[in-house]
């Protein structure tokens, strides 16, 4: 009997220290379990879950509470349930005890999370499945950069053809459909199902156009201007139904193609600008070919001013542009460009289809490769048949100005004031003077030209203190001066007119008058003899007038009559 009571003893000794090991075994898997640093959960056959640790819950942004006895089809993502049930439905048929793959959750605030799941199926020792046991290890940012990589290449790549559309050609009718075909067939998301273009009060549609719910919209802005707008249209959100509807890269991309578009309407435009301005600019404009010596094009100036057509100037040599006699002055210049690789203000005569001539200005610059040589040339032609006809009778009018300022009976003389620091006028130069001028003075343009009054005439200041200051009043008031001057120093009488010109330049214009001044003086004094004489006539003396007017009664008169 002792022997009995000592093996159950043993025996439960034996139990209990077994049953010590269990617990311990259940402290340390509860610890590996609920401490572990990646998501771990059980799973009932029936898909409830039984049990998650700390770092599940926390990687879906649930409390631990809030998932135990919820469904896994509650946090699975709608695309990828039907392969998770699968799995679950294989391992609890025996089609393996094991499975590896990439799923996606949902988390509590509605975010997307990718994770790698190694899910196991535990049964008891009779074979019954007791639970699944599912390792999580978060992936979501090297599933978020492989599908945004992939995407953004998809993008550039479908960016890099709309910019070889628009770079190819003119934005046009044309263009925009073949932009809005390539969008809808090669876009890097097939839930973009159309695409629209509005551009200047016209609308442009992909085939079998329909609206969706979803849509993102770009404005077209040319220089600050809204020109219209793209949309592409979208069968469902790009992303979660808590998150705005489009993820970056939609975004980006559709900002990059309109950006694209706007800058190729812009530059379209701008050639188009440019090209009116080449061809209908007030000169002429030509490119020749350096070696050959050809045209290589021209603009519509040209041919409406010279009367040939386009096919009778470009690709024939330039030389045929010019009348005979300006030919060889035509080859010098081709000559000098191509040494310098410039033609300035050279003056040459076109021939007209009808036989006339042309008088142009040719002026040429140089387009040049990458290593410097002249490729072709820059040359453009100014009519300046107006200005050579004005030119014509500015030199007539000019030849009988000076005819008539040589030959004028009056003096004349261009003078420049000088005025000291106050103000005040301080000496004059002579800037130009008439032969008249020479005949009245005596004084030469050799003489004069160039030099102050002081120094030509020493003594003027002493002969006329107020001479200049008159000068200067005339400069300063801009008022008109007449006087007869008596010059001392030349020992003549002037009549002198004086006027500003502009600035400190003035004009004076003057007649000798000395012979007439002489003249009056000697009338003057016989005037006086005269009167002497009568006032001491004793004879009494009148003057009366044929009407019988008493004019002069001399003192002997005056005593008789009273």
């Known amino acids: 009997m002792s022997d009995q009571k000592k093996s159950i003893e043993l025996l439960e000794a034996e139990v209990e220290h077994l049953e010590g090991e269990l617990r311990e075994v259940k402290i340390q898997y509860e610890a590996l379990f609920d401490k572990a640093p990646i998501g771990k959960c059980l799973t009932a056959p029936d898909g409830k879950l039984l049990r998650v640790n700390r770092a599940f819950s926390e990687m879906l942004g649930y409390q631990i509470n809030e998932l135990q006895n919820t469904s896994f089809t509650n946090i699975t993502h709608p695309d990828d349930l039907g392969e998770i049930k699968d799995i679950i439905r294989k391992l609890l048929a025996g089609e393996g005890d094991n499975y590896v793959t990439d799923k996606r959750y949902l988390t509590k605030d509605g975010r997307v999370v990718w994770a790698t799941i190694s899910t196991r199926l535990h049964r008891d020792s009779l074979g019954k499945p007791l639970h699944l046991l599912t390792h999580t290890q978060d992936i979501t ?121 706007s800058a190729a309407i812009e530059r379209s435009e701008a050639e188009d600008q440019y090209e009116d301005l080449y061809e209908n600019a007030p000169d002429m404009y030509v490119s020749v070919d350096p070696e050959s010596g050809r045209v290589d094009r021209c603009n519509e100036t040209l041919l409406r001013q010279t009367g040939f057509t386009r096919d009778e100037v470009v690709g024939h040599p330039i030389f045929d542009r010019y009348t005979t006699g300006s030919v060889p002055e035509a080859k010098q210049a081709f000559l000098s460009f191509i040494e310098t690789g410039e033609v300035r203000d050279a003056e040459l005569q076109l021939r007209h289809k009808d036989g006339s001539s042309l008088d142009v200005s040719l002026n040429v610059t140089s387009v ?34 000076r005819v ?159």
Request: hydrophobic residues 35%.
């Open 141 to 261: 940012s090297r599933k978020n950069e492989e599908l945004s990589r992939s995407e953004r290449l998809k993008a550039l790549s479908c960016i890099n053809r709309v910019v070889t559309i628009l770079s190819g050609s003119r934005v046009n009718v044309e263009t925009i459909r073949r932009l809005i075909d390539d969008l809808q067939r090669e876009r890097p998301h097939p839930e973009c199902s159309h695409v629209r273009i509005d551009f200047d009060e016209r609308e442009f549609l992909s085939e079998s156009f329909s609206n969706t719910e979803w849509k993102l919209e770009r404005n077209i802005i040319v220089k600050g201007v809204n020109r219209g707008a793209i949309q592409f249209f979208y069968t469902k959100r790009i992303t979660g139904d808590d998150t705005p509807p489009f993820a970056s890269d939609e975004e980006e991309l559709i900002d990059a193609i309109t950006t694209s578009l």
């Open 404 to 562: 008539i300022f040589d030959s004028m009976p009056i003096g004349w003389a261009e003078h420049e004031m000088i005025f000291d620091d106050d103000g005040e006028p301080l000496d004059y130069v002579f800037l130009n003077i008439n032969p008249a001028f020479e005949r009245f003075t005596g004084l030469t343009r050799a003489m004069v030209i160039g030099r102050r009054v002081t120094e030509v005439i020493p003594g003027i200041r002493e002969a006329d203190p107020d001479l200049i200051a008159l000068y200067g009043d005339v400069v300063r008031s801009g008022k008109q001066r007449g006087f007869e001057l008596h010059f001392a120093p030349l020992e003549r009488w002037y009549s002198v007119t004086a006027f500003r010109r502009s600035g400190s330049r003035f004009i004076v214009m003057f007649e000798d008058v000395t012979e007439r001044k002489e003249s009056d003086q000697r009338i003057l004094q016989e005037e006086t003899k005269v009167r002497t004489f009568l006032e001491n006539s004793s004879d009494l003396m009148t003057i009366v007038t044929p009407s019988g007017e008493l004019q002069y009664l001399n003192r002997a008169s005056v005593y008789v009559f009273g």
């Open 368 to 401: 040049r490769d990458s290593r410097g040589r002249i490729i072709k040339s820059r040359s453009s032609w100014r009519d300046i048949s107006h200005r050579k006809e004005l030119e014509g009778q500015l030199a007539e009018e000019e030849d009988n100005f």
